[in-house]
């Protein structure tokens, strides 16, 4: 089994923050695969199919950003999934916006909702997909830019985005990390 957990916040109010491009990649995919969420008992919203004989797993923490590891560590070990058979999506303020970067393993680099989960997996080595949302203007507190939505210049530009997230994302299904890595991280998808 193969797990893609997408970070961000539950509610409303949240739905197109920056902060909330994991659920959004995860809802792109969802409706490709034709699938829709529901409840799950470890304080998430989850979404199954298969691709090939494999079944897949999309999961978006209602744990709030900064507690994500608090239902991505039982739901891992629920499964029983090796780290490398998971992926998280999620926004990272250190890339231009716009950049997709997918990496085998590494440290939080400063996100509250990566921190968690390293704590609750006791572990740095598991897959990631980093979403870049930009730095915030100015002298803007960072907790109120990822708060708030892409302007609409930005949003032309992220719709595409959120596309070549949810591609990557199937090609690091189809491929595995390493092969993706390559193709992603040199916007060759």
Do not use: C
Request: no cysteine; aromatic share 8%; proline share 7%.
């Amino acid at each position: 089994m193969k797990i893609i957990f997408g970070l961000g916040n539950p509610g409303r109010k949240y739905e197109r923050t920056r902060h909330n491009i994991g659920f959004q990649v995860l809802d792109i995919l969802a409706e490709r695969w034709g699938r829709t969420f529901a409840p799950h008992k470890f304080r998430a919203l989850a979404a199954q199919t298969r691709i090939g004989d494999e079944p897949v797993l999309l999961v978006k923490p209602l744990t709030y950003m900064n507690l994500s590891g608090e239902a991505v560590g039982p739901i891992v070990r629920f499964y029983k999934v090796p780290l490398e058979h998971i992926l998280v999506v999620y926004d990272d303020m250190d890339l231009p916006l716009g950049t997709l970067r997918l990496r085998a393993k590494g440290g939080s680099g400063g996100h509250k909702g990566i921190r968690s989960i390293i704590q609750h997996l006791h572990s740095e080595a598991f897959p990631r997909l980093r979403v870049g949302i930009g730095r915030p203007p100015g002298r803007m507190d960072p907790a109120d830019f990822v708060l708030s939505p892409f302007t609409p210049e930005e949003e032309e530009t992220m719709a595409l985005v959120r596309e070549k997230a949810a591609d990557a994302v199937e090609l690091w299904l189809r491929e595995g990390t390493e092969k993706a890595m390559n193709r992603v991280n040199a916007n060759a998808l």
